[in-house]
């Protein structure tokens, strides 16, 4: 499965290997995948003093797209909501097209 990974700053080699890693790890739950796209956003919100890390991922499979998205306090914790998401979908994708 071929991946994209966009962000407005430079994302670290562990992080993009985390990514790579869940995404991989999505495979298990359906063999054909096409491709995947994945978007960090860091968001600050300066009213409440509070930062949120923000992950949308788009998974295209054969005659569907599938978008998950979460937000955490760490971009870790995100990718990890945003796999386990796509991951419950992928599932349910699975299943209806049996």
Sequence with gaps: MKFQ???PFQVSEPMQALIKEKLDKLENFFDR???AQVYLKDDINRIHHKE???VEMRVEVPGN???ASDSAETFEKAIAETAHKMERQ???YKAQIR
């Design 65 to 67: 797209s599938l978008f």
């Design 90 to 92: 992928l599932k349910k």
């Design 33 to 35: 995948i096409t491709s």
């Design 52 to 54: 949120n890390r923000t």
């Design 5 to 7: 990974l966009e962000a």
